[in-house]
Structures are given as C-alpha cells and as structure tokens.
C-alpha cells in the first residue's frame, strides 16, 4: 500500500523559511512524480511545485517561483520543499502527491491538476504570521 507522510510544518514569521518532508513508501515504480498542493481556508486548492523523479525535471507555481525550491534524496523516497522568504499568504495546510506516472507532465503541463494524482497523504499546516 502507498503511503505518504507529510512533515515539517509549523508556525513561522513572515521572511522565515521552513522545510517540508514527504516520505513515500510501499511501492516498487521508479519514474514517478511528487507534487506539493496547499489549500488555504475558504480557497481552492493550488498546485505549488512537482518534481519528476526518473527525470529529475521540477516545476513551479508562479506564486512561489524563486522563493521554493523542490528536491528529492530518491534512496530515502523522500521528498523536501524548502521554503524560504515565507509570506501570510503561504499559510495553508499542505499536501504531498504522488504519481505513479511522471510521463504525464514531460510537457510541464497538468503537474498542478489535483486530480492527475494518483495517491496524497495527510496534509501538515504551515501558518506564517505578520
């Protein structure tokens, strides 16, 4: 059974940086994907970064482009998000995802559709105040 565990949230002041874990496990597939969603209260959910981990390639929402960075230590299958010059509005709970396909995004495109995924474990709140 595919599990993923999301960890590393917490509370930070505005500027500050905090570094989310996604762990995968139970499964054998190499080339997959494993993307970051985020959904704030009273808004839609957002796509904010993916990375490929056959092809290595990562992509990025607009909204955290420079400031976010994704990366992957594949004999741990783990996931980060470093995120650094943190804003309010990054406060929201945040989702791992795995794809068992990353093919699918070879294009950089659809990686921020939710609904292309094909497993997503428990969210952890990130909260950055003012």
């Known amino acids: 059974e595919v599990q993923l565990q999301a960890s590393g949230g917490g509370l930070v002041q505005a500027g500050g940086s905090l570094r989310l874990s996604c762990a995968a496990s139970?499964?054998?597939?190499?080339?997959?994907?494993i993307g970051w969603f985020r959904q704030a209260p009273g808004k839609l959910l957002e796509g904010i970064s993916c990375?490929?981990?056959?092809?290595?390639?990562?992509y990025y929402a607009d909204s955290v482009k420079g400031r976010f960075t994704i990366s992957s230590d594949n004999a741990k299958n783990t996931v980060y998000l470093q995120m650094n010059s943190l804003k309010p509005e990054d406060t929201a709970l945040y989702y791992c995802?795995?794809?068992?396909?990353?093919?699918?995004?070879?294009?950089?495109?659809?990686?921020?559709?939710?609904?292309?995924?094909?497993?997503w474990g428990q969210g952890t709140q990130v909260t950055v105040s003012s």
């Open positions: 990375i490929s981990i056959g092809a290595r390639d990562t």
């Open positions: 139970g499964f054998t597939f190499d080339d997959y994907a």
């Open positions: 995802v795995l794809d068992v396909d990353e093919a699918k995004y070879r294009d950089s495109t659809g990686w921020e559709i939710a609904a292309l995924y094909d497993y």
